[in-house]
Nanobody, 113 residues
Framework: QVQLVESGGGLVQAGGSLRLSCAGS????????MGWYRQAPGKQRELVAL???????NYADTVKGRFTISRDNAKNSLYLQMDSLNPKDTAVYYC???????WGQGTQVTVSS
């Protein structure tokens, strides 16, 4: 079975931090490139960060220096550490498995000023 389940979203004040988790089934996380996307109301879904199968990471310019993507292959989990959050980070965040083209259900992040 294929399954990606996000958690860790919530309400946080500007300047605060959140850590998102994405629990994958089987070996999805370690065998595929993985990414975090987000979608704000009225906006298209955008790539926030990605980590390749080999471990190379890339970030959107808007989150560089603030967000960190990582994985724990033993736990088959993907993470997004978000620091120095601002209201523009408010969105539904999704984890995504490349090649498989499989999305998690999303978790809401709301940042208040």
């Amino acid at each position: 079975q294929v399954q990606l389940v996000e958690s860790g979203g919530g309400l946080v004040q500007a300047g605060g931090s959140l850590r998102l988790s994405c629990a994958g089934s089987g070996s999805i996380v370690r065998l595929n490139g993985m990414g975090w996307y987000r979608q704000a109301p009225g906006k298209q879904r955008e790539l926030v960060a990605l980590i390749s199968k080999s471990g190379t990471t890339n970030y959107a310019d808007t989150v560089k220096g603030r967000f960190t993507i990582s994985r724990d292959n033993a736990k088959n989990s993907l993470y997004l550490q978000m620091d120095s959050l601002n209201p523009k980070d408010t969105a539904v965040y999704y984890c995504y498995a490349f090649i498989l083209n499989y999305w998690g259900q999303g978790t809401q992040v709301t940042v208040s000023s």
